[in-house]
């Protein structure tokens, strides 16, 4: 292996996480959350999806089993959580939510032999029930999803266009309980997260979320997957029809004709931000073939998404896109361009992920 691909291997080592003081967590861990001591469920799972081709160096199935470890009876697995095994959020505001990803890991890691025979049976009742707690949680009465600007991955993309009143009306509130970390660590994170104007937090079910939609389309798919492999018949037919349907939804609702492209809906129209999470209908398998096709034209187009150094977060096109200083606002972030560039071999565009890539 080149030079760079060791030092890359090197620095994520450095970063691993190891507890110093007793905690509830195995360590130790893939080093996913920065300064804090926390584990993060989106940052973790992307992890484990390079770490799996060194699973003799890093402790791919340990960092992941501290969220089954974790994982409430009601299916509950929270998106951040304590070294003391709690959510650092309250469950029934979607802040909490995390992005369902783990079972497309899951079957990553099998298909590259990681992990000892029986892994997927163990964890397969693990991810059928988070997947319905979040469907019982978070999915609207139309039957599409919505989220939170922590609980997507995503913090401050945009999602109102310049037209709409931007508006709190029918969101659910966040408040000071939300947060489940007591004393003045938990006033402070309240009080910052109030006063930095980047951050929505009532921006939730009022909004049809195109990237939650499609990534529980994607997890419904997975799990099929995983039953399938396993020979839970009924399960996967159950699951193969929650995705078509949850396609079908989400081609009907989210897709605009005219401009070719995915977006998030208010009420009874589409909104106008193309940002990256339209590219969730990919890996999805949501797009039909034409409509993907559509979607590789954003990509290659450079004022929109074809620019010199990855695919941006928010299309350069967008009066808010920021490529240098835009954190969710143009600039590129590895999970989601490594999510694009799955999405794009799905479809068949191959030679034109390898030249993002």
Same mark, same amino acid.
């Given at each position: 292996m080149n030079d760079f691909y060791q030092a890359a291997l090197a620095i994520a080592e450095r970063k691993l996480a190891v507890d110093i003081e007793p905690s509830k967590l195995h360590s130790p861990r893939l080093g996913t959350g920065g300064d804090f001591k926390d584990i993060f469920l989106w940052d973790t799972a992307f992890s484990a999806l390079w770490a799996k081709y060194h699973p003799e160096r890093f402790p791919v199935l340990a960092s992941l089993d501290n969220f089954y470890l974790c994982q409430e009876e009601d299916g509950f697995i929270s998106r951040q959580i304590t070294p003391s095994g709690r959510s650092k959020w309250r469950k029934d505001h979607p802040v909490s939510f995390g992005v369902p990803i783990l079972g497309w890991v899951e079957l990553e890691l099998h298909l590259q032999g990681v992990g000892k025979t029986g892994r997927l049976a163990a964890v397969y009742p693990n991810l059928k029930r988070s997947h319905r707690f979040n469907q019982t949680m978070f999915r609207r009465a139309d039957g599409l999803y919505f989220s939170d600007c922590f609980g997507c991955g995503m913090d401050d993309i945009p999602r109102w266009d310049h037209e709409s009143e931007i508006s709190s009306r029918g969101g659910i509130p966040l408040d000071r309980g939300c947060i489940l970390t007591p004393g003045k660590e938990?006033?402070?994170?309240?009080?910052?997260?109030?006063?930095?104007?980047?951050?929505?937090?009532?921006?939730?079910?009022?909004?049809?979320?195109?990237?939650?939609?499609?990534?529980?389309?994607?997890? +419904?798919?997975?799990? %099929?997957? !995983?039953?399938?492999? $396993?020979?839970?018949?009924?399960?996967?037919?159950? =699951?193969? @029809?929650?995705? +078509?349907?949850?396609? %079908?939804? !989400?081609?009907?609702? $989210?897709?605009?004709?005219?401009?070719?492209?995915? =977006?998030? @809906?208010?009420?009874?129209?589409?909104?106008?931000?193309?940002?990256?999470?339209?590219?969730?209908?990919?890996?999805?398998?949501?797009?039909?073939p034409e409509r993907a096709e559509l979607l590789v034209d954003a990509l290659i187009d450079p004022k929109r998404f074809g620019r010199p150094c990855g695919i941006p977060s928010l299309a350069a096109c967008d009066p808010d896109y920021r490529p240098e200083s835009g954190y969710w606002r143009g600039p590129v972030w590895c999970p989601t361009l490594y999510m694009v560039l799955r999405g794009l071999q799905i479809y068949g565009y191959t030679s034109l992920a390898r030249d993002i890539a």
């Open positions: 938990g006033d402070r994170c309240y009080e910052w997260m109030c006063a930095d104007g980047r951050f929505h937090f009532d921006w939730n079910r009022q909004l049809v979320w195109c990237d939650t939609s499609c990534q529980m389309a994607f997890d +419904a798919l997975n799990l %099929a997957r !995983i039953a399938e492999i $396993l020979g839970l018949t009924a399960d996967a037919e159950e =699951f193969r @029809r929650e995705h +078509a349907g949850l396609a %079908a939804l !989400i081609n009907d609702q $989210l897709y605009d004709r005219r401009l070719g492209f995915y =977006f998030d @809906r208010l009420g009874d129209r589409v909104l106008s931000r193309q940002h990256i999470g339209a590219f969730w209908a990919l890996i999805a398998e949501v797009a039909p």
